[in-house]
């Protein structure tokens, strides 16, 4: 085991933090809201959002934003709990850019 | 929330010096690796709560675990530090033993 690809405080080269103001995308509040209403309804605690992200490929999770990461820990807690198939998700996801993709 | 905020409960009380345990083992684990290790002293009691590391797998976090808010040196963590600051961090009893153990 080694250190987790989470688990960074501390580490040096990091540089700075940002800490000029962030503004949400539309996509990002919509995410935090998915998040908040999968928990209110008990679908899923925070703990395991944290243990998916955890669980990731690590190169796919330093190159995932923040909401990039939530989204994808939702995504396999729900596939996790049988609550969504991955087909389903990839099927919505086709349909979308059908809809609104780049032609 | 699971939560039960009281300062009576645990095996270690204010002042008390602690070492975190240097585990590494596969799961979610709730304590940070720079803290690994570490001695400090315990700031504060914060009660007992569901344990995270069994939350985060859909289980039910019982047995409940006391969490402290342990306090170290800035320069027991960093080293090359004369910054007189504690730093502070919430770990759950399981990772802590007593200091000199």
């Known amino acids: 085991m080694a250190r987790g690809h989470h688990d960074v405080g501390g580490l040096p080269g990091a540089g700075p933090i940002d800490q000029t103001e962030y503004q949400l995308s539309d996509w ?6 998915v998040n908040q209403a999968l928990g209110a309804k008990g679908i899923k605690r925070t703990d395991e959002m944290r243990r998916a992200r955890e669980e990731m ?6 190159d995932m934003t923040y909401y990039e990461r939530w989204i994808a820990s939702i995504e396999a807690i729900l596939i996790e709990k049988n609550i969504l198939t991955k087909d389903e998700i990839d099927r919505k996801l086709r349909e979308f850019d059908a809809k609104w993709g780049e032609p | 929330m699971g939560r039960t905020l009281n300062a009576e409960v645990g095996k270690f009380k204010p002042g008390d010096r602690v070492t975190v345990k240097f585990e590494d083992r596969p799961g979610h684990l709730r304590t940070p690796w720079y803290i690994r290790g570490k001695t400090g002293w315990i700031e504060r009691v914060h009660g007992e709560f569901l344990n995270p590391e069994s939350l985060a797998y859909g289980r039910d976090g019982l047995p409940k675990k006391t969490l402290y808010l342990v306090a170290f040196n800035q320069s027991d963590i960093w080293g090359r530090t ?6 502070l961090v919430d770990i ?10």
């Open chain 1, 57 to 62: 490929d690590s190169a796919a999770y330093r």
């Open chain 2, 92 to 101: 759950y009893e399981h990772w802590l033993d007593p200091a000199g153990n």
């Open chain 1, 28 to 33: 990002e509040v919509l995410a935090d809201a």
């Open chain 2, 82 to 87: 004369n910054n007189a600051d504690k730093l």
